[in-house]
């Protein structure tokens, strides 16, 4: 079980991600970005960056790392406050979130940025990346290193997410984690409404995988669904609210990429605040 | 160590371009410890029987599910393995296009592309399984390079020469089981490097993959009429030779472009493009598939259909050249 040293550690780097992705959103001025999307998975690259990643600040090409492939590409705004709070990169790049020439662009990609390994933001793809770079890792006889594929569950959607499944079921790949960011909340709405995918659970368990459920905002649940090691592929179900932590963002699609008025950034950031 | 030798050279062609490509893919397993071979369920089909009984933990066979063996491949590359894919030239192209400009193209990483039975190479089977517009398409992304080789030894030649380059590659395999030969003996291959196989003064047929020996068959018909026919085997499309095209349209009154592809965004429109960045150029007569899709049929039918012959290509040429 996680100590509470690292829970209370873990849970304040939380808070710091989730002002860093207001103060971000705000700076992109009307272009806006996705915001609730970004809240939602916050507790769950806490609890990695922070609670369980192998990485290496200095040598980010460390063999010995874990690899950390972020398919939903679109929460690249908490991601960067993540690697902050890992050391990855310096707070001060933050500044430069969406803006021209910038190394943090709105989806990773591969431009020099350190802990990024692959590009994302096409929907549907890093869980194939995961399962190749699971195979290579084995070929490497690396068996400390796990590879992290963050999705949105509005994401699983995507046929090919389901052509990977099946492979890491296939190679019984131990190293590979799935981490599926449940917010249950879609560009177009309610995801049980556009394409309902439930019994979500079955569909991993009967492609080979272990299957954790818990509520992704509790970093307690977090750190030990991350300290689990079984012989197949773990996914973690994440239920997770989109807009967490922001009242009038919690649970509303229309925040899933927005701009904030002046006002609504305030309140915003009060409420963050209260709730230190 | 591969020989290659006339005996070789005949026992490639009779095999074709799967089991060039399956000889070649023996031959890097045992010289390139960390290449990887990832097929979707085409492993005898793309000649890799004798490659899986002697490698079969370098074999990933991903099932009939392309667009994740492109994703698997891009993290065997990313781990600085050496990737090797294969599946139909269709399904390269069109089926995985956004997992290929994604992972090969944008992220530049050097996943080695195999794209079988291009063109009319399974026309049997119908429009599904032609691929006439993959080179369209691997061209218009960029860091990769695409390369169609004229013969069965020449396959071979690429996919070693591949190997030991960082780029991201597609190879586009024509032409059909016992392929015709157009190097009786060994040669020097480069990518990016036109082979010179004819020299005229008057037409230039500028030919890739299976194109390259009925340019050569063409050359002779035209010899044979008082024509004089040089021949120049482009086989990488992208990078493409500028220099050899340049030279071509000085010295020649027409140019020839000769692909088992559409006219539209393959050889013609590379070679048009290129001469048409530096002004006024030689008249081009395309040579390749219209825009359509021809009825399903035996290779020799929808090559004959889309004029693709020698006899075809020289009846387009004579009649091109007295309307200078």
């Known amino acids: 079980m996680a100590d509470r040293d690292l829970i209370s550690k873990c849970e304040d780097a939380a808070k710091r991600i989730r002002r860093r992705i207001i103060d971000m959103t705000y700076a992109t001025g009307s272009t806006g970005a996705h915001i609730g ?10 609890g990695l960056y922070v609670g369980k990643i192998r990485y290496m600040a ?110 890491a079921g296939h190679y019984i790949l131990n190293n590979l984690v799935a981490i599926v960011d449940m917010n249950a909340i879609q560009y177009d709405g ?37 300290d689990y090691r079984g012989d197949k592929s773990l996914v973690i179900l994440a239920h997770t609210v989109k807009g967490k932590g922001i009242s009038f963002m919690e649970n509303n699609w229309k925040y899933h990429n927005a701009s904030l008025s002046k006002a609504l950034y305030e309140q915003a950031v009060e409420e963050l605040e209260a709730a230190i | 160590m591969i020989e290659y030798n006339k005996r070789n050279i005949r026992t490639w062609s009779l095999l074709g371009p799967s089991g060039a490509f399956g000889t070649a893919a023996l031959e890097l397993a045992e010289t390139k410890p960390d ?82 039975t291009a063109g009319y190479g399974a026309g049997i089977l119908g429009a599904t399984h032609m691929s006439i517009e993959d080179i369209s398409f691997m061209r218009a992304l960029p860091n990769i390079t695409v390369i169609s080789p004229a013969d069965c030894m020449e396959i071979i030649k690429v996919v070693l020469a591949v190997a030991n380059t960082p780029d991201p590659t597609y190879i586009r395999l024509t032409g059909p089981m016992n392929s015709p030969i157009v190097y009786k003996e060994d040669y020097d291959f480069q990518i990016g490097k036109a082979v010179k196989l004819a020299e005229g003064d008057e037409v230039c047929i500028i030919a890739t993959g299976s194109m390259v020996y009925q340019a050569m068959q063409t050359a002779k018909l035209l010899e044979a009429e008082g024509v004089s026919c040089s021949v120049l085997n482009m086989h990488t499309i992208k990078p493409l030779d500028i220099e050899n095209v340049f030279e071509a349209n000085e010295k020649h009154m027409l140019l020839v472009t000769a ?66």
Not at chain 2, 73 to 101: H, L, M, W
């Open chain 2, 35 to 116: 290449m990887v071979m990832l097929t979707a369920d085409l492993c005898f089909f793309s000649g890799l029987e004798r490659f899986k009984a002697a490698y079969p933990d370098k074999l990933y066979n991903l099932g009939i599910a392309e667009q994740n063996m492109i994703g698997v491949a891009a993290g065997f590359a990313k781990e600085e393995f050496i990737p090797f894919a294969n599946t139909y030239a269709s399904f390269c192209a069109s089926r995985c296009a956004d997992q290929v400009r994604v992972n090969m193209s944008y992220m530049n990483l050097p996943i080695k592309l195999i794209g079988l």
């Open chain 1, 58 to 167: 200095d040598d980010p090409n460390w063999e010995g790392r874990d690899r950390v492939i972020l398919s939903k590409g679109h929460a690249a705004m908490a991601l960067y406050p993540a690697m902050v709070e890992a050391g990855i990169i310096d707070e001060s790049e933050l500044e430069s979130f969406k803006k021209d020439g910038s190394r943090l662009g709105g989806h990773p990609s591969l431009n020099g940025l350190p802990g990024i390994e692959f590009a994302s933001g096409s929907l549907g793809q890093g869980l194939s990346l995961g399962v190749g770079t699971c195979l290579a890792l084995k070929r490497k006889n690396n068996n400390d290193s796990r590879v992290f594929v963050y999705l949105g569950d509005g994401e699983c959607d995507e046929g090919s997410v389901w052509e990977a499944a099946a492979s």
């Open chain 2, 259 to 324: 692909e088992e592809h559409s006219i539209i965004g393959g050889l013609y429109s590379t070679v048009l493009e290129a001469l048409s960045k530096e002004g006024t150029h030689k008249p081009i007569l395309p040579i390749g598939i219209r825009d359509t899709f021809v009825h399903a049929g035996s290779y020799s039918y929808q090559m004959q259909e889309s004029g693709l012959t020698a006899e075809s290509m020289k009846i387009k040429i004579l009649e091109r050249l007295q309307n200078l």
């Open chain 1, 37 to 46: 999307g970004s809240l939602s998975i916050v507790e769950l690259f806490a």
């Open chain 1, 190 to 226: 309610y995801t049980t409404e556009i394409m309902d995918m439930s019994p979500f659970e079955n569909k991993w368990r009967d492609f080979g995988w272990d299957v954790i459920t818990i509520n992704g905002h509790s970093i307690e649940e977090v750190l030990n669904a991350y």
